[in-house]
């Protein structure tokens, strides 16, 4: 193969003989020269196979390296070094390296693995929206003490906090029962009629959401299930089809004859599909099993909490639950998701870079060429670290 040298590139123009004594011809730059050639070759030669050594890929050998120009200082170099630092999707495959091998510049290839390899579930369920309503209990037993504080205190507070730790791209929405009238009978009607989506089903606004948390008192009834009723008919309007959640935190029995078992089956077989989860706080036998019913109905989980640590600590599992996304897709397909990024992607993505790019392209940009080996090189590795930190924390948490 032929060698384009830097020497090559260094023959000095022969000197006119002014001078009956011309000074040796010094040897620096042939040597300097010789030895960039030598460090580029090395690096760039490194640089090709430092490519997980664990999962190497098939790769044409260090010898059919091609050998590149020097870089020149041409008009040219600059729209050549923006080319391979365009990285729309920041995932170091520039973007016009992911356009030749078919892959998608705007997703992040890390992103598309992940879901590549979520085992059964589509793509299209994964990319669905998140949303979760709270329905809180505000009746006037929520006035009462549980345990250290009154249970109103402890729900507003760990909800508070819980709205702090919901990722971006989950929606949160507030709904209150209870927080109307009195627990006279002569208020039931009112306190019963009373259910209000305080903060609609969306991005959260923490003042916003803590304003919405701190704007009532508990008062009066329990009306369960027309609000599983207000929930389906309002908080989840145009969002059929979604990956739904309701948490219900309740410390006692339906008192407004809405029937919330019934509400429950609604709306778990209505076009929102919503999973209802329930939170009993401090009940009675009694409430217990209706709220289990409830939650049984509704494809979700009873929690059983008596005091506020207790309600925290449950708030806590729930948003590892939902935090960590579409639990569909909680545990990943390791092999499926190795093969994905690895294989499918930046094995492919390097192999073109540092091989397969006209040497007269590159030529013009080489050190960007580097840069963006380098960045794919290192996002690829911290990919994989995440990934492998990631499931290790699913499962400490699957087996809590
Ligand atoms: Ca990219």
């Excluded at 009462?144 to 109103?152: I, S, Y």
């Excluded at 305080?198 to 948390?213: D, E, H, K, S």
Aim: charged share 25%; net charge negative; aromatic share 8%.
């Amino acid at each position: 193969m032929e060698v384009i040298s830097p020497s090559e590139t260094t023959t000095p123009t022969p000197t006119p003989q002014v001078s009956p004594e011309p000074p040796p011809k010094s040897k620096k730059p042939l040597i300097i020269g010789g030895i960039v050639a030598i460090l580029f070759l090395a690096i760039v030669g490194l640089g090709a196979f430092v490519v997980l050594p664990k999962f190497k890929p098939q790769q044409p050998s260090v010898s059919q390296f091609p050998s590149l120009p020097r870089e020149q200082p041409t008009p040219a170099k600059t729209e050549a070094i923006i080319k391979y630092e365009t990285d729309t999707d920041n995932d170091g495959i520039p973007d016009f390296v992911e356009e030749v091998l078919g892959f998608n510049p705007q997703v992040s290839v890390v992103e598309e693995c992940r879901h590549e390899s979520c085992g059964e579930v589509s793509e299209a369920e994964q990319i669905k929206p998140t949303n979760i309503l709270l329905i809180l209990d505000s009746s006037g037993s929520m006035a009462q003490v549980a345990g250290a504080e009154v249970k109103m205190a402890a729900a507003k507070r760990v909800i508070k906090e819980y709205a702090t730790k919901i990722p971006e791209g989950t929606n949160l929405g507030l709904m209150v029962y209870g927080h109307k009238g009195s627990n006279s009978t002569a208020d039931k009607a009112v306190s019963c009629a009373g259910i209000d989506l305080l903060y609609p089903v969306g991005q959260v606004n923490v003042v916003q959401f803590n304003t919405a948390i701190d704007s009532f008192s508990p008062t009066g009834w329990t009306p369960i299930g027309s609000s599983l009723r207000k929930a389906e008919n309002e908080a989840f309007v145009g969002k059929e089809g979604q990956n739904n959640f309701v948490i219900v935190v309740s410390d006692g029995i339906e008192t407004c004859d809405s029937d919330p078992v019934s509400a429950a089956r609604e709306l778990k077989e209505s076009g929102i599909q919503a999973q209802i989860d329930v939170i009993g706080f401090a009940v009675d036998a009694t409430a217990r099993a209706q709220l289990e019913q409830i939650a049984k109905i509704g494809g979700g989980k009873y929690y059983n909490v008596n005091s506020a640590q207790e309600l925290s600590e449950t708030f806590d599992k729930k948003k590892f639950w939902e935090v960590v996304g579409m639990s569909k897709c909680l545990v990943w397909s390791e092999r499926g998701f190795q093969d994905c990024i690895i294989f499918k992607h930046y094995n492919k993505a390097i192999k073109y870079l540092v091989f397969d790019i006209p040497r007269e392209e590159a030529g013009v940009a080489e050190k960007a060429r580097k840069r963006a080996h380098d960045k794919m090189q290192s996002i690829l590795e911290k990919s994989l670290e995440n990934y492998y930190q990631q499931q290790q924390d699913i499962q400490e948490q699957i087996q809590e």
